[in-house]
Each structure stands twice: as C-alpha cells, then as structure tokens.
C-alpha cells in the first residue's frame, strides 16, 4: 500500500568514521546535576529522575545555523553528554544497558525558558518548553569503543569563545547506566534512540549571532544561533 503523500526524511545524526545514525525518539533527563538543580531553585535531593522528551525530527548536526526559536525571548543552550543506543528493551539491567550503547556525543537541549518556567508555575507538561523545532543540536557520533573512557570527562559549553559551563561527567546523580535501567522501566528502548543525559550548572541565555561550542571529552558539538 502506498503512502497517500510522501512521508518526511528519517532524522539522522553523522557517525564519526562514516555513515548515518537513524534517530528513533529522544529521550531526555532533568536535574541530573546537583549544582544545577540548586541554580534552578530545587533539591537535588528531594526528587526521582525526571524525564521528558523531543521529537526525533527536532535533532540538527554539528556545524549547523539555528534560527532563533519561534515564540521566546528568553531561549537557553544546556550542554549536555548524549547517548545513542544500538538496542533496547524493557527492565534492562546494567549490563544490558551499557550493551545496549553504540555511542556517545556532545549535544545542546535547547530550551525556552519562559516556557519552561510558566509551565512549571501552572504545573503544565514541559513540551512547548523542551520540544520545539531544532532544539536537539547533536555532535557526531562516536563508537562506544572509540570514545574512550569517559568517568573522568568534562562537559564544557562556550558561548562566543567565553566558557559558561565547566563540569566533570562524574558529578551527574544518575550515571548513564542508572538513567538507561530507568528509562527502561517506563519505556520500551530501541535501537535509533537518543538519551540526552542532563546539564550542570552554568546555563544562560541565547541571542542571534550567538556561536555555541559543546565539549564532552574529545566529543565536540558547534553551531550558531541564526536570525
């Protein structure tokens, strides 16, 4: 049977030796670091994850020019380690986890904070706020066996050159095993998902013009806020 219009391209991600990641759906974690819950106002300690969730299309690569968000004046870059996953399943153990893991890349949640903020207020879901067009800047992706190891890694995030986030991997609440094992509680993972893993502490806003650059280790993630 065919389709009555043609459907849209299948959203990807560059792999770093060559070829393409096809992104399934993206998953995302809030308040996985505790200085950052603090410079949100809330309890790093008071809370179970927190998960919301972009659509697969919002994903952009590196090297990309962003139009500033539509229907915000206050939108926020949120440097952050991603996860893509080569399989899934449901209750995965640790070790199912990590097996489940192709790679690794620097990503930006991009997020309008007054959205945000007014949804939080009325006790509203995060959508308008988390999962808007192009808000899913991805850096290419590395082999897990390439990526080194990562426990001891810094995401840092520079805006114009000027460094606004400085952090070490370790510092996350929910390591990367721990977020996957939960995720998988509630949701069946496949193989195309991204896990986008939490931002510390340091996130501000953005103005057109603006250059983001995204560093996880040797991962790397660039691209630039447009008109």
């Known amino acids: ?45 008071a809370q179970p994850p927190v998960f919301f969730t972009k659509p697969a299309d919002a994903v952009v690569g590196n090297g990309a020019s962003i139009p500033y968000a539509q229907a915000t004046e206050n939108l ?10 080569k399989s899934g399943g449901t209750e995965l153990t640790a070790d199912a986890a990590r097996a489940a893991i192709f790679g ?6 991009l997020t309008r ?12 879901p995060w959508d308008t706020a988390k999962g808007f067009d192009r808000s899913a800047p991805v850096g ?17 995030t520079f805006v114009n050159g000027e460094k606004r986030q400085d952090a070490p991997l370790a510092g996350m609440i929910w ?13 069946e993972l ?24 995204v560093n996880v280790g040797a991962l790397s993630l660039e691209f630039r806020i447009g008109a």
């Open 175 to 187: 390591p990367v095993e721990d977020i996957l094992v939960a995720l998988s509680q509630q949701f």
């Open 113 to 124: 904070r007054d959205h945000q903020a007014r949804s939080k207020n009325a006790g509203a």
């Open 76 to 85: 926020h870059y949120e440097g952050e380690l991603v996860v893509a996953l």
């Open 140 to 156: 290419d992706i590395a082999r897990a066996e390439d990526a080194g190891d990562l426990s001891a890694a810094r995401l840092q």
């Open 1 to 45: 049977m065919k389709y009555v219009f043609e459907p849209q391209p299948q959203p990807a991600v560059r792999v770093a030796d060559g070829g393409l990641f096809p992104v399934r759906r993206i998953f995302c974690i809030g308040r996985n670091y505790a200085d950052h819950v603090r410079e949100m106002g809330g309890d790093p300690k």
């Open 104 to 109: 690794y890349a620097a990503g930006c949640d």
């Open 190 to 213: 496949k193989a195309g998902d991204l896990i986008f893993t939490g931002t510390p502490e340091g996130v501000g806003a953005l103005k057109p013009g603006d250059a983001v650059k």
